[in-house]
């Protein structure tokens, strides 16, 4: 099982970017991915996961509809579209993935659920 995040970058708060989990070495439509943060001094926080048996998505409350989840079924790869950064969505981002069969919302976002990491990408949000 690899994962690699990919996407990451410097942008001002207001601004949009889409972070990439390209995976490889299992297949994708019997497991669950997830996207995780950590910010400096913060522990690490789990923000939407997605079930690739039911196409099911689950999200973070405190995110208020600002991050997309998504699949790229040809790629193998998810998505994090995320929206109208702010300065605290500074983090390093993660993906991993946990096989699952259910919903995203039965699998949810505890990352002790997760077995398998990939590298994180930076995000740096300016003020």
């Known amino acids: 099982v690899q994962l690699q995040a990919s996407g990451g970058g410097l942008v001002q708060a207001g601004g949009s970017l889409r972070l990439s989990c390209e995976t490889s070495g299992f297949n994708l439509d019997y497991y669950a991915i997830g996207w995780f943060r950590r910010a400096p001094g913060k522990e690490r926080e789990g923000l939407a996961c997605i079930a690739n048996n039911d196409a099911t998505t689950y999200y973070a409350e405190s995110l208020r509809g600002r991050f997309t989840i998504s699949r790229d079924n040809g790629k193998n790869t998810i998505y994090l579209q995320m929206n109208g950064l702010r300065p605290e969505d500074t983090a390093v981002y993660y993906c991993?993935?946990?096989?699952?069969?259910?919903?995203?919302?039965?699998?949810?976002?505890?990352?002790?659920?997760?077995?398998?990491w990939g590298q994180g990408t930076q995000v740096t949000v300016s003020s």
């Open positions: 991993a993935a946990q096989p699952h069969q259910g919903t995203a919302q039965s699998m949810g976002l505890m990352s002790r659920s997760y077995d398998y």
